[in-house]
């Protein structure tokens, strides 16, 4: 077998590059997202030294793109989609056109034909799906009204897209042979297009709202939590790659569709633990992909373009998104997140510029302004974020952060208690004793736990109960940590805990927290975190049994 395969030399390099350049940045106190460009440079055909395969890392991307849209469809709801569709689809519109307006503008100015303008243009118009949802959960906005209505304004611009490139290789016939179309070339694609887009969507909601939920209550039934991580995987997946292959829809679309169906059933936030760590690394493979593509000789040799080109994506389309919230009502704080978050470009400006070079509609310096603009972009973009969304003086600094559903109604949301109450971390064994003991005291309680059934078990004793996984800061909130008197962590492990721990104290300073532990390792290491206290099972079986002997021999001595 070889010991070197493109493939594997290509994640490792991503990664191992990626990470180096990530944490340099850190350091200098940059985004990390700028050392994962310089890493795809590095890597890239571009430079000197090793040289990635660029084919494969746009693949290992495309993963990363499709889990990212795959878990904001699982906090996306039909209802969320539905309630922000009268700013999302016409701001959406009017933003592409005016930001295609202003490529044709520049186009013109370079001496490209009207065609290529407009190529360019709808290339700049369109914002990266992983940049933005990055920006949004760094911040934790995807769900409060300003974030629903920037991942709505997403969407819109992904359907535009995917009618865009049906439209191109038309409208390149067209001119090729003007004589020999009419409008009916025009209006089969675009119908036949209309049609597969709709009968995607109604398969979804007709067919993926039964079977998708089905599917993994019964693995979930199996007790397997590797099935269920692989059951999550394979339906973000499977049907991203289904949309794309029989309804011509884009990955990101499908995945976010399959993510809305499954947010709707009572698993959603566990599907959401088991998807992070690898929607995080492959969102990761993405920029490093981009940096590839990139020749920086360009900046040398056309400056000012490129500074244009930065120019209508940074201002001109931020500009023209700022002024169209704000005239559909929304205070300043709205529209400045939608500006943000839409001041930048990426994977679908690629697809388009391809199309149109292979198309030989566009020359290709496009693709090189296209790729300078997407780099500069995304790296002004954190810059950005961080300055327009300063707390306004007259302006509240956040939205109240919309409620997760409860379990398929069955599990109810923490009650605000008449007095400070106490959360509870793990129902198992351990946590199911307190529970009860606390109960009979009488005092307020909140269970938090990442099995359904035993979360499920919880609610059926009374428990004010949360079904999601306490290392979440969102699940903590849920739970009323910032209002606990006291945390008690009863999962069994024990550096888990500690990262919960952590997570407690930035949200609330001061609580108490007692936390379970099975070694020596784990109680240093929650001590050092400033768990107050500690409990080791073996620890404190070995006192007891002690006192019970030595009790026993004292009752002896005295008779």
């Not at 209006?187 to 993994?216: E, N």
């Not at 470009?345 to 030989?360: K, M, P, Q, R, V």
């Not at 005291?441 to 919880?458: C, G």
Request: aromatic fraction near 8%; charge should be neutral; include cysteine.
């Amino acid at each position: 077998m070889p010991h070197y395969t493109p493939l594997i030399a290509t994640i490792v390099a991503g990664f191992v590059v990626s990470f180096i350049m990530g944490a340099i940045a850190m350091r200098l106190r940059v985004s990390p997202i700028a050392g994962y460009l310089l890493a795809g440079v590095l890597v890239g055909p571009f430079t000197p030294g090793f040289v990635a395969d660029t084919n494969l890392a746009n693949e290992l991307a495309e993963i990363g793109v499709i889990l990212l849209m795959f878990g904001v469809g699982l906090h996306f709801s039909l209802k969320d989609l539905l309630s922000v569709r009268r700013i999302a689809v016409p701001g959406a519109i009017a933003q592409i056109a005016t930001a295609t307006l202003l490529g044709m503008g520049l186009a013109w100015a370079l001496g490209w034909d009207p065609l290529a303008g407009f190529g360019f243009g709808l290339a700049l118009s369109v914002a990266s799906t992983v940049v933005l949802l990055r920006a949004l959960q760094s911040r934790d906005l995807v769900e409060t009204e300003r974030g629903r209505i920037a991942v709505g304004w997403l969407i819109v611009e992904d359907l535009v897209m995917v009618l865009a490139l049906v439209l191109l290789p038309v409208l390149a016939g067209m001119v090729r042979n003007p004589a020999g179309t009419g409008i009916l070339t025009l209006a089969l694609p675009l119908g036949l297009t209309f049609l597969k887009v709709g009968a995607f969507v109604a398969l979804m909601l007709i067919v993926g709202r039964r079977v998708i939920p089905w599917a993994l209550h019964w693995v979930v039934h199996t007790g397997s939590r590797e099935l269920f991580r692989l059951a999550v995987l394979a339906i973000a997946l499977g049907v991203a790659a289904g949309s794309a292959f029989i309804f011509d829809v884009s990955f990101a679309l499908g995945a976010f569709f399959a993510g809305m169906i499954l947010g709707e059933t009572p698993l959603s936030r566990r599907a959401t633990e088991e998807t992070l760590p690898l929607r995080d690394a492959f969102a990761v493979l993405f920029f490093v992909s981009v940096g590839m593509l990139f020749d920086p000789r360009v900046v040398i040799e056309q400056p000012l373009p490129v500074l244009a080109t930065v120019f209508i994506i940074v201002l001109g389309k931020s500009v023209a998104a700022f002024y169209l919230v704000r005239a559909f009502g929304y205070n300043k704080l709205t529209a400045t997140t939608v500006a943000a978050s839409l001041a930048q470009i990426g994977e679908f400006s690629f697809i388009l510029a391809t199309l149109g070079i292979g198309l030989g509609i566009m020359p290709e310096s496009a693709r090189d302004l296209i790729l300078a603009g997407a780099i500069f972009s995304i790296v002004l973009n954190p810059v950005i974020f961080s300055y327009i969304l300063r707390k306004p003086k007259d302006e509240p600094t956040e939205e109240p952060i919309a409620a997760e559903e409860p379990l398929a109604a069955t599990l109810a949301p923490a009650a605000e208690p008449s007095r400070a109450h106490i959360l509870l971390i793990g129902y198992g064994r351990v946590g199911q004793l307190l529970a009860a003991q606390l109960k009979a005291r009488d005092e307020p309680l909140t269970v938090i736990e990442s099995d359904e059934e035993k979360a499920r078990a919880a609610e059926q004793e009374g428990h004010a109960t949360i079904y999601g996984n306490g290392i979440d800061s969102r699940i903590l909130l849920a739970g009323g940590v910032d209002r606990a008197s006291a945390l008690l962590i009863a999962i069994p492990e024990g550096f888990d805990a500690g990262v919960i721990a952590e997570k407690a104290r930035n949200l609330k300073p001061g609580i108490r927290i007692i936390a379970r532990a099975h070694s020596d390792a784990e109680v240093e290491h929650l001590t050092r975190l400033g768990v107050g206290d500690v409990v080791m099972g073996e620890h404190t079986l070995a006192m007891k049994m002690l006192d019970l002997a030595c009790s026993q021999r004292t009752l002896r001595a005295m008779t």
